[in-house]
């Protein structure tokens, strides 16, 4: 059954606010060591290979102490059913559809951004196991993507809070995919304490959503003349271990879904600790854990398109959801708001507020242009919505990329 993504993903345009008078009695008030069953553990991978069972308050002591990890419990599959007919990783040598971009560009709004920024961290908390988590991954408002042949549906989870993805079908299964997280956590009390969760990933889910609906404004896009199909997708739970995302590569690794590329955008708006520190505002490119290939084509995209430069950073292992996608074998990549020492300190917590975050930087152009490709912005065109747009213009680029050629054409050079 086919429903809106912005029905799915965004909360009711009726209130601002989704703190109600029963609010104490919808989350959980019995937290671990209450009872006197013995507590659940679940088996966590810390580093490739190296596992660890703990409980789910060791949990939020390991992310506490910086320690990210992967829950495998449930899929411990992963990653040994890498897809057999994936083949080598090939990108663009650079960017060529700015003549596609630049109609497309002027539509993307910061407005739009905000607007649906603070309506998504009007909610008390995006935990995934709480019944506004469920509620954040729910729809009221109609983005209109059912009539444009678009379908938007729920990826469902055992917790509550299911994952989104919007499927734009193309003339191949081969998918592209664009991801950011839609949950929040407070890591001190997460089933009971505030998680505005504005950057983390509130930001990336805005950015992401704004690039959607431009994309779907494009009548070669919506007609269905890609190449390649393009998929949106919100995940759930990445804060418990990259638990949506995991599910749902699984399903695709299962199922042999060919996915020729995986962008995350986890935190794209905070910019002050960069500043504060004498340095440019860059776009962090992480470097660990990612495909090269793609993350080498994503540097040509920030350095065509954006007005500041990008810099390599590290984040570490499982550090976002595209950790999940490389496990399955797919090749990801990820970028954040700045070096990876200098991103947000509000996360996790109640201070993880829209007042810190910058609707004024080149980020968000990386982010469409990466798709869509363009060179015609000016310095008043520099914001956050930069970052929507460089999501844009990835999703464009790569989605018309015709991968069987590229790859046939890397063979025949490997062959001389």
């Known amino acids: 059954m086919k429903a809106s993504l912005l029905a799915l993903?965004?909360?009711a345009v009726a209130s601002a606010r989704f703190i109600e008078a029963d609010e104490v009695s919808r989350l959980d008030l019995h937290p671990e060591g209450i009872s006197s069953e013995p507590a659940e553990q679940f088996l966590v991978e810390l580093s490739p290979g190296v596992t660890k069972l703990v409980t789910e308050e060791q949990k939020w002591e390991l992310r506490r102490n910086g320690q990210r990890f992967m829950d495998i419990t449930e899929h411990k599959e992963l990653g040994a059913q890498v897809v057999a007919s994936q083949s080598k990783h090939v990108f663009p040598s650079k960017v060529s559809l700015q003549s596609d971009v630049n109609p497309m560009l002027k539509n993307l709004t910061k407005t739009l951004m905000r607007?649906?920024?603070?309506?998504?961290?009007?909610?008390?908390?995006?935990y995934y196991k709480s019944d506004y988590g469920r509620q954040s991954s729910n729809t009221i408002k109609d983005a209109g993507a059912d009539k444009h042949g678009v379908s938007a549906k729920h990826f469902t989870h055992s917790w509550g809070q299911n994952s989104v993805i919007a499927t734009i079908p193309g003339q191949s299964n081969s998918t592209v995919v664009i991801g950011a997280h839609q949950d929040s956590i407070n890591l001190w009390f997460p089933s009971m304490l505030a998680a505005p969760g504005a950057d983390d990933d509130g930001s990336g889910t805005v950015t992401i959503l704004e690039a959607f609906r431009v994309l779907l404004q494009s009548e070669d896009?919506?007609?269905?003349?890609?190449?390649?199909?393009i998929e949106f997708h919100w995940y759930s739970a990445e804060e418990g271990g990259l638990l949506g995302s995991q599910a749902i590569f699984s399903d695709y690794a299962q199922n042999k879904r060919v996915v020729k590329?995986?962008?995350?955008q986890d935190m794209t708006g905070f910019v002050q600790k960069t500043k504060d520190a004498g340095k440019p505002e860059s776009v962090g490119v992480i470097m660990d854990f990612v495909d090269p290939g793609l993350t080498a084509f994503i540097k040509k995209v920030i350095e065509e398109y954006c007005q500041i430069p990008w810099v390599e950073t590290k984040c570490g292992y499982a550090c976002s959801d595209h950790a999940s996608a490389s496990?399955?074998?797919y090749p990801s990549a990820f970028v954040i708001e700045s070096e990876f020492s200098e991103s947000d300190d509000h996360i996790h917590g109640t201070e993880d507020l829209i007042k810190y975050l910058s609707f004024d930087r080149e980020y968000y152009l990386f982010m469409i242009y990466l798709l869509l490709e363009m060179r015609l912005l000016t310095h008043d065109d520099v914001d956050m919505l930069q970052h929507a747009r460089m999501t844009l213009g990835l999703a464009y680029e790569l989605g018309f990329t015709d991968f069987a050629k590229l790859e046939k054409s890397e063979q025949s050079m490997g062959e001389l």
């Open 9 to 11: 993903l965004l909360p």
């Open 115 to 126: 607007e649906h920024l603070e309506k998504f961290t009007s909610f008390h908390t995006r």
């Open 221 to 229: 896009i919506i007609k269905g003349k890609a190449p390649n199909t």
């Open 261 to 264: 590329a995986m962008l995350q």
């Open 327 to 329: 496990k399955a074998g």
